[in-house]
């Protein structure tokens, strides 16, 4: 079992810039394969961006690919994700998921991970 608890988000204008943290607590941090999810109002929660175990593979949604970047320190059981190029329809509940590195489902899947933090608010406003 695992905890994850996220934090960094705000409020930031179009083309600003935040860091979302996810701090996690349990069984060791680095048999998990990490990402970051989001969820708009009314909409349904999508995958944003993952890394394996080691931080050495990424993955990112085609809609952050170049302005997002995430990353692990397995030192501090953390996961990260740097906002760059902030737009309005960044805007939304973001998560941290985890789900174990032996585990081969769609990295992209939201059902595919099997613990998940409370979320952290971003709002970008234009």
């Known amino acids: 079992q695992v905890q994850l608890v996220e934090s960094g988000g705000g409020s930031v204008q179009a083309g600003g810039s935040l860091r979302l943290s996810c701090a996690a607590s349990g069984r060791t941090f680095s048999s998990y394969t990490m990402g970051w999810f989001r969820q708009a109002p009314g909409k349904e929660r999508e995958f944003v961006a993952a890394l394996n175990w080691s931080g050495v593979s990424t993955y990112y949604a085609d809609s952050v690919k170049g302005r997002f970047t995430i990353s692990r320190d397995n030192a501090k059981n953390t996961v990260y994700l740097q906002m760059n190029s902030l737009k309005p329809e960044d805007a939304a509940v973001y998560y941290c998921?985890?789900?174990?590195?032996?585990?081969?489902?769609?990295?992209?899947?939201?059902?595919?991970?099997?613990?998940w933090g409370q979320g952290t608010q971003v709002t970008v406003s234009s």
């Open positions: 998921a985890a789900r174990s590195r032996y585990y081969s489902g769609s990295i992209g899947n939201a059902e595919e991970y099997h613990y």
